[in-house]
């Protein structure tokens, strides 16, 4: 869903899916970059376990996703996994505004928002997730164009729009 290419380089605001970062380590490979960005610092050894089991490398660095200390314009797709519903209004502008600020013009940005179920038995994330029209609108307010729903999957779903 994420549609990275060898070579790009990717940030990713919230480490809640390390198997995720690895994967997209993969397929950018070794003249690509991957960075997430987390507030947790728990976050950089589960990203670093799912990196080496996959045989990539992940890059992590330890801040808000609301305040990203990162060049302007540096990457060419940047995702953002976070659970959206858990932030406030103003975080959540705030964390569109940082997606959109690390992508180079044109660069494109992926939503991934909602939480599968953890299992045959397991319990939903009982944070509800934004609707559709609320993430889209988020992406447009900040910015986007041709913002569309790519899919949705097991209560989670992805879009993606592009930095003008």
Known sequence: MIG??????????????????????????????????????????????????AGALVDFQ???????????????VAVVDVRLAAQGDTDQRATMAQAFRAVRPLGRIIVIEGAAPAGLFG?????????????QDLLEQAGGRAVRRLAEVDGVSYFETRRP
Do not use: C, K, M, Y
């Not at 970059?33 to 670093?48: E, F, H, I, N, S």
């Open 4 to 53: 990275v290419r060898s070579g790009n380089a990717v940030v990713i605001l919230g480490g809640r899916d390390a198997p995720l970062a690895a994967a997209v380590a993969v397929v950018t490979g070794l003249n690509g970059r991957t960075l997430v960005v987390d507030p947790d610092p728990a976050v950089g050894p589960r990203l670093t376990t799912a990196a080496a089991q």
């Open 62 to 76: 330890h801040a808000p996703v609301t305040s990203v200390p990162l060049e302007a314009g540096t990457f060419d």
């Open 123 to 135: 319990r939903r994330d009982p944070t509800p997730a934004l609707s559709a029209g609320a993430v």
